[in-house]
């Protein structure tokens, strides 16, 4: 089951990106190929074999990406944290 994407990982991941939307996405394609190379070709292939902006589809991807990892990981120290 996913995480639960609330308002303050909303608040705490969107302005990093909107900071610079271009240098955001460029970095996350290093940090998605080390950490997760299969959802980086996968998202690759996508924006390259459709008719959509790849740079939008990307950034799209590398956020939701972002937001899921972050939500995960707060889950996560919630739930050890009652252990």
């Not at 608040?11 to 190379?37: A, C, F, G, Q, T």
């Amino acid at each position: 089951m996913l995480p639960e994407i609330d308002e303050e990982t909303l608040n705490k991941i969107l302005p990093d990106i909107l900071k610079d939307v271009s240098v955001w996405r460029k970095s996350m394609i290093h940090y998605i190929k080390e950490e997760n190379p299969e959802v980086n070709t996968a998202i690759i292939e996508i924006a390259n074999k459709t008719q959509l902006d790849p740079k939008a589809l990307a950034t799209g991807a590398y956020m939701t990406y972002c937001l899921l990892a972050d939500s995960a990981k707060k889950q996560d120290d919630l739930i050890n944290f009652e252990e």
